[in-house]
Protein backbone atom coordinates (compact mmCIF):
# COMPACT_ATOMS: atom_id res chain seq x y z
CA UNK A 1 0.00 0.00 0.00
CA UNK A 2 1.20 3.48 -1.04
CA UNK A 3 1.53 5.10 1.66
CA UNK A 4 2.06 9.36 2.06
CA UNK A 5 2.55 10.77 5.26
CA UNK A 6 2.76 14.47 6.42
CA UNK A 7 4.24 15.96 9.38
CA UNK A 8 5.58 19.41 10.47
CA UNK A 9 1.88 21.21 11.55
CA UNK A 10 1.60 22.96 15.04
CA UNK A 11 0.66 26.34 16.49
CA UNK A 12 2.05 29.28 15.67
CA UNK A 13 1.02 33.09 15.99
CA UNK A 14 0.51 35.24 13.05
CA UNK A 15 3.78 36.25 11.54
CA UNK A 16 5.33 33.01 11.93
CA UNK A 17 6.58 29.89 9.96
CA UNK A 18 6.08 26.65 9.62
CA UNK A 19 7.75 24.05 7.36
CA UNK A 20 5.37 21.09 6.55
CA UNK A 21 6.80 17.73 4.78
CA UNK A 22 5.59 15.12 2.77
CA UNK A 23 7.05 11.62 2.62
CA UNK A 24 6.25 8.42 1.04
CA UNK A 25 6.70 5.29 1.92
CA UNK A 26 7.47 2.29 -0.18
CA UNK A 27 7.52 4.99 -3.45
CA UNK A 28 10.01 7.26 -5.10
CA UNK A 29 8.55 10.58 -4.84
CA UNK A 30 10.76 11.80 -7.71
CA UNK A 31 8.38 10.14 -10.01
CA UNK A 32 5.08 12.16 -8.42
CA UNK A 33 4.19 15.48 -9.40
CA UNK A 34 2.77 16.60 -6.12
CA UNK A 35 0.76 18.86 -4.50
CA UNK A 36 -0.26 20.72 -0.95
CA UNK A 37 -4.07 21.29 -0.17
CA UNK A 38 -6.00 22.58 2.74
CA UNK A 39 -9.69 22.16 4.36
CA UNK A 40 -10.68 24.65 7.17
CA UNK A 41 -13.51 23.87 9.44
CA UNK A 42 -16.83 24.19 7.85
CA UNK A 43 -14.97 24.80 4.05
CA UNK A 44 -14.14 22.98 1.22
CA UNK A 45 -10.86 21.39 0.66
CA UNK A 46 -8.48 23.99 -1.48
CA UNK A 47 -5.42 23.92 -3.33
CA UNK A 48 -2.52 25.26 -1.90
CA UNK A 49 0.68 24.75 -3.81
CA UNK A 50 1.87 22.03 -6.46
CA UNK A 51 5.12 21.31 -8.09
CA UNK A 52 5.92 18.89 -11.05
CA UNK A 53 7.97 15.84 -11.45
CA UNK A 54 10.85 17.74 -11.74
CA UNK A 55 10.59 20.55 -10.18
CA UNK A 56 10.97 23.07 -12.24
CA UNK A 57 7.05 24.06 -12.99
CA UNK A 58 4.86 25.39 -9.24
CA UNK A 59 1.78 26.55 -9.18
CA UNK A 60 0.32 28.60 -5.96
CA UNK A 61 -2.71 29.81 -4.94
CA UNK A 62 -3.62 33.51 -4.82
CA UNK A 63 -3.86 33.61 -1.28
CA UNK A 64 -0.38 32.22 -0.47
CA UNK A 65 1.61 33.12 -3.51
CA UNK A 66 5.11 35.00 -1.73
CA UNK A 67 4.30 33.86 1.48
CA UNK A 68 4.25 29.71 0.82
CA UNK A 69 6.98 28.00 -1.05
CA UNK A 70 6.81 24.41 -2.20
CA UNK A 71 10.20 22.29 -3.43
CA UNK A 72 11.00 18.95 -3.31
CA UNK A 73 14.70 16.88 -2.70
CA UNK A 74 15.10 13.79 -4.33
CA UNK A 75 17.87 12.58 -2.19
CA UNK A 76 15.18 12.90 0.58
CA UNK A 77 12.13 11.46 -0.56
CA UNK A 78 10.70 14.82 0.24
CA UNK A 79 8.34 17.32 -0.69
CA UNK A 80 8.30 20.30 1.61
CA UNK A 81 5.99 23.56 1.94
CA UNK A 82 7.66 26.30 3.64
CA UNK A 83 4.99 28.41 5.06
CA UNK A 84 6.23 32.36 6.07
CA UNK A 85 4.07 35.11 7.20
CA UNK A 86 1.21 33.15 8.64
CA UNK A 87 -2.19 34.19 8.83
CA UNK A 88 -5.23 33.18 11.33
CA UNK A 89 -6.93 32.59 7.79
CA UNK A 90 -3.93 29.75 7.03
CA UNK A 91 -5.70 27.96 9.94
CA UNK A 92 -6.55 24.41 8.59
CA UNK A 93 -5.58 20.49 8.15
CA UNK A 94 -3.43 20.15 4.99
CA UNK A 95 -2.86 17.81 2.67
CA UNK A 96 -0.06 16.34 0.45
CA UNK A 97 -1.33 14.53 -2.88
CA UNK A 98 0.34 12.57 -5.36
CA UNK A 99 0.22 11.89 -8.96
CA UNK A 100 1.89 9.49 -10.79
CA UNK A 101 1.37 12.12 -14.39
CA UNK A 102 2.06 8.77 -16.03
CA UNK A 103 1.12 10.15 -19.36
CA UNK A 104 2.28 13.72 -18.74
CA UNK A 105 5.93 15.39 -19.17
CA UNK A 106 8.12 16.13 -16.44
CA UNK A 107 7.36 19.58 -15.70
CA UNK A 108 3.72 18.81 -15.85
CA UNK A 109 1.57 20.60 -12.52
CA UNK A 110 -2.07 18.96 -12.34
CA UNK A 111 -4.60 21.42 -12.66
CA UNK A 112 -7.01 19.47 -10.59
CA UNK A 113 -7.43 17.51 -7.28
CA UNK A 114 -9.63 15.16 -9.13
CA UNK A 115 -5.92 13.59 -11.06
CA UNK A 116 -4.26 13.24 -7.85
CA UNK A 117 -4.49 9.53 -6.48
CA UNK A 118 -2.38 8.93 -3.01
CA UNK A 119 -3.44 11.51 -0.11
CA UNK A 120 -1.66 11.96 3.12
CA UNK A 121 -3.76 11.59 6.56
CA UNK A 122 -3.05 15.63 6.98
CA UNK A 123 -1.85 17.86 9.50
CA UNK A 124 -2.98 20.50 11.48
CA UNK A 125 -1.89 24.08 11.12
CA UNK A 126 -3.44 26.52 13.52
CA UNK A 127 -2.09 30.09 13.35
CA UNK A 128 -2.97 32.50 16.31
CA UNK A 129 -3.62 36.36 16.04
Known amino acids: QVQWVESGGGSVQAGGSLRLSCATVGRTVARYATGWFRQAPGKEREPVAAISRNGLRTQYAESVKGRFTISRDHAKNTVYLQMDTLKPEDTAVYYC??????????????????????WGQGTQVTVSS
Open 97 to 118: AADPASHQSNDYVPSSSDEYDY
